[in-house]
């Protein structure tokens, strides 16, 4: 099991910028795939990106393609956020693969983290 505690959420203006972080515990964090989703309220909880144990591939879903970058080091694995528009307002969940290799199916990601708010607005 793999502990995770997500933090860099906040209240931004449209256009601006925030990077999420998510620090990982316990199981050996670098042998495994890392992702992001978010759950904007009355929606289900969606993919918004993932890496690949090594760093090596990326996924993401098409909204945030270009706006967003997912990275990561040896302890941590983080969401780069640009062009933020009020549709990306959600909270914003770091989630710990089975797998090393990055994947956009839900099901592959067993740890989750308690979330941190986006709020996009002016």
């Known amino acids: 099991q793999v502990q995770l505690v997500e933090s860099g959420g906040g209240l931004v203006q449209p256009g601006g910028s925030l990077r999420l972080s998510c620090a990982a515990s316990g199981r050996t964090f670098s042998n495994y795939a890392m992702g992001w989703f978010r759950q904007a309220p009355g929606k289900e909880r969606e993919f918004v990106a993932a890496?690949?144990?090594?760093?090596?591939n990326t996924y993401y879903t098409d909204s945030v393609k270009v706006r967003f970058t997912i990275s990561r080091d040896n302890a941590k694995v983080y969401l780069q956020m640009h062009s933020l528009n009020p549709e990306d307002t959600a909270v914003y969940y770091c989630?710990?693969?089975?797998?090393?290799?990055?994947?956009?199916?839900?099901?592959?990601?067993?740890?989750w983290g308690q979330g941190t708010q986006v709020t996009v607005s002016s």
């Open positions: 890496i690949s144990w090594n760093g090596d």
């Open positions: 989630a710990g693969s089975r797998y090393r290799a990055a994947t956009m199916v839900r099901g592959a990601f067993y740890s």
